[in-house]
Nanobody, 125 residues
Framework: QLVESGGGAVQAGGSLRLSCTAV????????IGWFRQAPGKEREGVAC????????DIADSVKGRFTISRDGAAKTVTLEMSNVKPEDTGDYYC????????????????????WGQGTQVTVSA
């Protein structure tokens, strides 16, 4: 089970740290993606990181503001959000996939099978 935490309300220009934690297993062999969905919009890939942490990708819409990392103990993947904007508002989900290629990650949600319940982020102007 994947569990997201760290969402909340923040003013534009502020920062948030979202965490994706594995419950009952380690994330050691799991590629993790962060996705978000704003009201009335399609789900969007935000960031991903491979299981070996050697590969990551950041969506153009958040590049330079968001970073993704995973801890050495392979329990948590963190999405650091800085200089947030009102358009970053939405429900944020982490998703996992055990991939044979440990250097793989993708911003496409169709490749991920295990999803958390999501955490809400609200950015006010």
């Amino acid at each position: 089970q994947l569990v997201e935490s760290g969402g909340g309300a923040v003013q534009a220009g502020g920062s948030l740290r979202l965490s994706c934690t594995a419950v009952g297993f380690t994330l050691g062999y799991t590629t993790i993606g962060w996705f978000r969905q704003a009201p009335g919009k399609e789900r969007e890939g935000v960031a991903c990181i491979s299981s070996d942490a050697e590969t990551s990708d950041i969506a153009d819409s958040v590049k330079g503001r968001f970073t993704i990392s995973r801890d050495g103990a392979a329990k948590t993947v963190t999405l650091e959000m800085s200089n947030v904007k009102p358009e970053d508002t939405g429900d944020y989900y982490c998703a996992g996939r055990i991939a044979s290629n440990h250097a793989w990650c993708s911003l496409s949600s169709r490749y991920f099978s295990d999803w958390g319940q999501g955490t809400q982020v609200t950015v006010s102007a």
